[in-house]
């Protein structure tokens, strides 16, 4: 199994341009997540999906959409970026939603927004 | 919001145990423990999580407090690798529970 994966590694945008940032996995898992970190800071969680056309969002969501078309992709979107969106991006994923269950996480995406 | 209480640093020399303290008094009985570490330039990645009973696995064991309002990780021999943020979380086990991070433990291994 490749786990989480997430590409690019790497991205500089322009401020007010749009991206989308992709996340795969390849162990069937029903949930998955998307964070953020700041330089020095924890992670904070953007959206999640409990399941294949089913979001809902975090604890930071706006300036991003996502969706879950299929079990294994959960993109995110940035609309119109802000440098306030310099950050870090994780990808997360676990067989079922809850604490119960170990997450998988992917190996970052670090996003400049000039 | 589900907050802990960790130190901000810990320091340990290699091969020696440690013992990494999380306080999570306002927990309630379908809140699962969970512990995470963060390598430098890396995500996160999963060390071990409990409910009740202590837990050992090959990476760690997790010492759950009688009244769940306490835990301690423990690496048994520390390795320069072992140097990484470590995450103590807790959460509802049941379906919505999403992991909240804090700021965690920096914990650095002296060879």
């Known amino acids: 199994n490749a786990g989480v994966t997430q590409t690019p590694k790497f991205q500089v945008l322009k401020t007010g341009q749009s991206m989308t940032l992709q996340c795969a996995q390849d162990?069937?898992?029903?949930?998955m997540s998307w964070y953020r970190q700041d330089p020095g800071m924890g992670l904070r969680l953007i959206h999640y999906?409990?399941?294949?056309?089913?979001?809902d969002q975090g604890e930071v969501p706006n300036g991003y959409n996502v969706s879950r078309s299929t079990t294994e992709d959960f993109p995110l979107r940035l609309l119109s970026a802000a440098p306030s969106q310099t950050s870090v991006y994780f990808c997360?994923?676990?067989?079922?939603?809850?604490?119960?269950?170990?997450?998988?996480f992917g190996p970052g995406t670090r996003l400049t927004v000039t | 919001d589900a907050k802990t209480t960790q130190p901000n640093s810990m320091e340990s020399n290699e091969e020696e145990p440690v013992h990494l303290p999380c306080n999570h008094s306002?927990?309630?009985?379908?809140?699962?423990i969970h512990w995470y570490r963060q390598l430098p330039s890396q995500g996160p990645e999963y060390v071990i999580h409990?409910?009740?009973s202590n837990v050992n696995n090959r990476m760690a064991s997790l010492a759950i407090a009688e009244d769940r309002k306490s835990s301690t990780l423990i690496l048994h021999r520390a390795t320069l690798r072992d140097a990484a943020v470590y995450y103590c979380?807790?959460?509802?086990?049941?379906?919505?529970?999403?992991?909240?991070f804090g700021k965690g433990t920096k914990l650095s291994v002296k060879p």
């Open positions: 409990g409910l009740t």
């Open positions: 999906s409990v399941g294949a056309g089913i979001t």
């Open positions: 306002t927990i309630s009985g379908t809140d699962y």
């Open positions: 162990m069937n898992h029903e949930y």
């Open positions: 979380i807790f959460g509802y086990g049941g379906s919505q529970g999403n992991l909240i």
């Open positions: 997360a994923s676990s067989l079922y939603s809850g604490l119960s269950y170990e997450q998988y």
